[in-house]
């Protein structure tokens, strides 16, 4: 298992952005799926964004398609998640996960993930 911290969250106003952050605090960060997941107050957790440690390709869900970004920094076992154009409904928990065995298709999944952090507040308005 790996340790997830996240930082970045935050108050912001409709149109504005904010970059989020989490670092794996180990060294087991490389060959994961990391996957950016946020759950509103009374709905379930809805995977955003997921990226393959190590260069690989982002994916986003189509409601953030455009406006989100997912990088990574591997020199600081961290991923980010770039958010720009944000809109009251983005307004959310963020949660950070990795595990090493996501199928491809299955990035937004929650149960396909083992580690989580502790969340980070958005808020949007």
């Known amino acids: 298992h790996v340790q997830l911290v996240e930082s970045g969250g935050g108050l912001v106003q409709p149109g504005g952005s904010l970059r989020l952050s989490c670092t794996v605090s180990?060294?087991?960060?490389?060959?994961?799926?990391m996957g950016w997941f946020r759950q509103a107050p009374g709905l379930e957790r809805e995977g955003v964004a997921a990226i393959y440690t190590g260069g690989g390709d982002a994916y986003y869900a189509d409601s953030v398609k455009g406006r989100f970004s997912m990088s990574e920094d591997n020199a600081k076992n961290t991923v980010y998640l770039q958010m720009d154009s944000l809109k009251p409904e983005d307004t959310a928990m963020y949660y950070c996960?990795?595990?090493?065995?996501?199928?491809?298709?299955?990035?937004?999944?929650?149960?396909?993930?083992?580690?989580w952090g502790q969340g980070t507040q958005v808020t949007v308005s």
């Open positions: 996960a990795a595990d090493p065995d996501v199928s491809r298709g299955f990035w937004f999944r929650p149960d396909q993930y083992a580690d």
């Open positions: 180990n060294e087991r960060y490389k060959n994961r799926c």
